[in-house]
């Protein structure tokens, strides 16, 4: 177990987020905050089918750990994985057991430096898990939207036209990565370079945060109070 160096800001600050899997002991990075990446169990199981249900050009699950080993390269700081989505370990959907295998798929000298986040969370909790970062990457848009209206440089790995136009509405159009079109190696070079200019779009992400909290609150608007899960055919 382990306390977060920060308390989550979100209506339930009174609850501490601590489920951890990953190394004993304090975290390591100085102070540094750290990077975020939101795995969608979906894509990583190849959709629905199991089979590149969405037609996508990138290998999901190979291309995770290999991003996750560029940024620990680059960031001196963990990487925490974050599920979004819950479902029992044996479904196409659960970003939770997507996560544990990214993280098992490391080399042991990464994995000292990534967690994953294995208490169950509502969408509010979950936010102020984000909010803790100084860099996110995520899948699940819910997820990516949360992390833009804290104004936090987030880059979508995206499996769908919808992220892009969610991007384009707060000036971030170019920070979308389009899995249908991108290969492992020119993904993760992208990430990478966004990751490197992360301090450039940050005060101008934060003038854009309230458009960002708006399409939350709409989000939210359409979800069920609790956590998240896989009931829907619909994915997020």
């Known amino acids: 177990m382990l306390r977060l160096p920060w308390r989550p800001a979100s ?3 009174s609850r501490p987020i601590h ?12 102070g540094v905050r750290p990077i975020e990446l939101n795995v969608n169990g979906l894509m990583y199981n190849g959709g629905y089918t199991r089979n590149n249900m969405f037609g996508l050009k990138l290998d999901y699950a190979a291309f995770l750990p290999r991003l996750v080993e560029a940024l620990l390269h680059e960031h001196p700081g963990e990487v925490w994985l974050i599920p979004h989505t819950y479902a029992p370990a044996d479904s196409v959907g659960s970003d939770p057991e ?44 819910h997820a990516c939207i949360a992390a833009l209206s804290r104004g936090i440089p987030t880059v979508a790995i995206a ?3 919808r992220s892009a136009g969610v991007f384009e ?13 991108t290969e492992e190696a020119d993904a993760t070079a992208r990430v990478v370079q966004l990751y490197r200019h992360r301090n450039g ?5 934060s003038r854009e945060a309230e458009t960002a909290s708006a399409l939350l609150r709409d989000c939210f608007g359409r979800l069920l109070q609790g956590p998240v899960s896989v009931n829907a055919r619909q994915p997020s």
């Not at 489920?19 to 990075?29: E, F, L, N, Y």
């Not at 544990?100 to 936010?127: F, H, M, N, W």
């Not at 509405?169 to 079109?181: L, P």
């Open 169 to 181: 509405s707060v000036g971030a159009g170019d920070w979308v990565v389009d899995g249908r079109t």
């Open 159 to 161: 499996y769908r036209r």
């Open 19 to 30: 489920h951890w899997s990953g190394p004993p002991g304090q975290w390591v990075g100085n």
């Open 98 to 141: 997507a996560c544990r295998r990214v993280r098992a798929a490391l080399p042991d000298s990464a994995q000292g430096r990534v967690r994953v986040l294995t208490g169950k969370y509502d969408c509010q909790e979950i936010k102020g898990v984000i909010g803790q970062c100084d860099f996110f990457i995520g899948s699940r848009m």
């Open 201 to 205: 779009v940050r005060e101008r992400l």
């Open 11 to 13: 209506r339930r600050e």
